[in-house]
């Protein structure tokens, strides 16, 4: 059994998600079939990290203490939240810098038929300020330290009717 932190485990789900998101930009598929599937993964990992941080947690504690094992869980969130949402930054920001923009205009385009006119400049204006790199990586830091709340919530307390007593 590996024994790893919960900064360990937030650490390594983090560098599997980077991983992941590069081995698809440099296979060119990310656009065309990972829309919206990436987010998803990276909520799974995250899960997983909980889980095993907690039940990691289970099985080498004499006494449980499902405090104990929500701090551990939620450890794993929020390390692996920063180091996601700073490459995230750094993703939509150097690496793939078009692509946002890319969005953004076709969301404009398909927009032309329904918006008036004289409203077009305006939703522009807000397209623009929608479509931006520290929305995406404020966006996925959240998404993941939600998911990891309700995680480590969860297993922790699942956890405490699964802890087998001891006989004193």
Known sequence: ??????????????GLYIIFKMVLFFAGVQYEVMVGKAAMILMALTMIGVFYSINFYVRTSDTYDWMAAFKKGITVSLIASVVVGVFI??????????????????????????????????????????YTPML????TTAIVNIVGLISSLLV?????????RKAS
Do not use: H
């Not at 922790?156 to 087998?164: D, H, I, N």
């Open 156 to 164: 922790a307390f699942l956890g405490r009717m699964t802890v087998k």
């Open 89 to 130: 930054f750094i993703y939509y920001k150097a690496i793939v810098s078009f692509y946002l923009e890319q969005v953004s205009i076709n969301e404009y385009n398909r927009m032309k038929a329904v918006i008036k006119p004289d409203q077009m400049e305006a939703y522009s204006k807000q397209l623009k300020e929608r």
């Open 136 to 139: 995406f990586a404020t966006m």
């Open 1 to 14: 059994v590996i024994n790893m932190q919960p900064r360990t485990v937030g650490l390594v789900i983090a």
